[in-house]
């Protein structure tokens, strides 16, 4: 029996109508998420692997699994345009390296005194003034798009593996805990950094409208972003190197 007459009978539309009903979906999140990625990442690069995860995300949906199409695809799509430019390896290593250092530093500062770790510690604690630290933020603040999802491990991002059959179910304890660890850090920002994270990822404003906000510049509002993931990716590598010690 072909997957057109097994979709018919179970009562659900075919992976085609799926597709041909959801195309604009793709360039939709293509577009949002251009506006977020550097200047070298082409729209219809983005778009050509999106309608590819869109055709996946159909074959294998299933109205049992509890979300609707458009939600499950869209994380699906999401993911591999993420995945996509990740594998262009964009980024200098440098900004990675920065990334580790600021983390490493935030966690000693942290750890050492109990409290939360201001610009000025962390300058201190790297061993460059405050400027220089700033201009590190700046930086390392354009791989926002991967430090999330991201805790130094290379394996495929937790979103695209919702609604697989095949995923593995430790992998998938994993991923609810990691959401949940990070609602908690997230929760625990200081309020202006916390702030502007909801602004630009609940709210989806950019770094100028974020400024207009809150009265500051642009640059100090991608300095204050920075500095929240800053923050975050240590607090999620801590988090990582423990849940991995438990299992």
Not at 74 to 102: C, F, H, N
Not at 138 to 161: I, K, V, Y
Not at 191 to 203: C, I, P, S
């Amino acid at each position: 029996m072909s997957a057109t007459s097994t979709y018919a009978l179970a009562g659900a539309k075919s992976p085609e109508t799926l597709v041909e009903q959801h195309a604009a979906l793709v360039k939709r999140i293509a577009v949002h998420l251009l506006g977020r990625l550097p200047r070298s990442v082409e729209l219809d690069d983005l778009v050509q692997v999106g309608l590819i995860a869109l055709l996946e995300a159909a074959k294998h949906y299933s109205p049992t699994k509890g979300a609707n199409f458009e939600t499950y695809a869209s994380i699906r799509v999401r993911g591999a345009m993420l995945d996509e430019v990740r594998s262009t390896d964009w980024a200098p290593r440098s900004v990675y390296r920065k990334q580790r250092q600021m983390s490493a530093a935030i966690r000693n500062v942290e750890n050492r005194t109990g409290e939360r770790a201001t610009p000025p510690d962390i300058a201190d604690e790297l061993g460059v003034s405050l400027d220089e630290y700033f201009n590190m933020l700046a930086t390392t603040s354009s791989a926002r798009m991967f430090s999330l999802d991201h805790t130094g491990q290379e394996s495929e991002p937790a979103a695209n593996r919702i609604g697989d059959q095949h995923s593995d179910p430790v992998k998938e304890i994993e991923s609810e805990e990691f959401r949940g660890e990070m609602a908690r850090a997230i929760s625990t920002l200081p309020e202006r950094e916390a702030l502007v994270m909801a602004l630009y990822y609940d709210e989806e404003l950019n770094l100028k409208e974020i400024g207009e906000v809150l009265g500051v510049s642009e640059s100090r509002v991608c300095q204050i972003h920075g500095q929240a993931l800053a923050r975050l990716r240590a607090r999620m590598q801590e988090w990582a190197e423990t849940f991995r010690g438990k299992r």
